[in-house]
């Protein structure tokens, strides 16, 4: 049941990246895709072919950065709910302008909310991968000849590593795609208001 959700979450989030806060289309999705999937595959496995790997000290300051960032959409959450709670009265006013104002937001909250918790699912992701990055297989010499731990030890670098960076690629991206959202609804907020006053 909770894996089912943890989905829900994940294609809910995709779906966010195809469309804006008005639910229109933002570009043809083969476009999208490539951007969300190629560009991360692309970019990761340059930095694999170029022998790139992390070390101790680049993850301590990467799962930092994550760590921060995974606080922030915690707190923004809690900021969201608490708007939507505060135009839920709105859905139903009269004046038209209005309420559409309020069913946009509600689109934006929800698609929101399930970005950033598909982004905090990915900032725990990307800390567990890079974990991983750091596993060492040389006790297993005692069962397998030096050889095969030494290309264990080799293809589980890179393997780790790539997918370390490939979601770590999707994390920022996913980051940026929230940014402009938030900035286009405060855009959308702050014109709606002046239309209201007029």
């Known amino acids: 049941m909770k894996i089912l959700k943890l989905k829900n979450i994940r294609s809910e989030a995709i779906h966010s990246l195809y469309y804006d806060n008005r639910d229109k289309l933002i570009s043809s999705k083969l476009k999208l895709n490539i ?20 070390d101790e000290n680049s993850i301590t300051y990467f799962i930092t950065g994550i760590s921060i960032f ?8 809690i900021v969201v709910s608490e708007k939507m709670e505060k135009r839920k009265n709105l859905l139903h006013s009269a004046y038209e302008p209005t309420s559409k104002y309020a069913q946009d937001y509600k689109i934006f909250c929800e ?17 567990g991968l890079m974990f991983f990055t750091q596993l060492n297989y040389i006790r297993l010499e005692k069962y397998f ?22 979601v770590g690629f999707q ?21 709606t208001q002046e239309f209201q006053n007029e």
């Open 35 to 54: 951007f969300y999937y190629g560009i991360p595959c692309i970019i990761s496995t340059i930095l694999i072919c170029l022998n790139q790997l992390l």
């Open 70 to 77: 995974a606080g922030l959409f915690f707190n923004l959450l």
């Open 111 to 127: 698609r929101l909310i399930a970005s950033i918790s598909y982004a905090i699912l990915l900032s725990i992701a990307t800390i």
């Open 145 to 166: 000849i030096k050889e095969f731990v030494d290309n264990l030890n080799l293809v589980s670098d890179y393997f780790f590593n790539f997918w370390s960076y490939f």
């Open 171 to 191: 994390f920022i991206i996913l980051l940026l795609h929230i940014l402009t959202d938030i900035y286009d609804m405060l855009i959308h907020d702050m014109n």
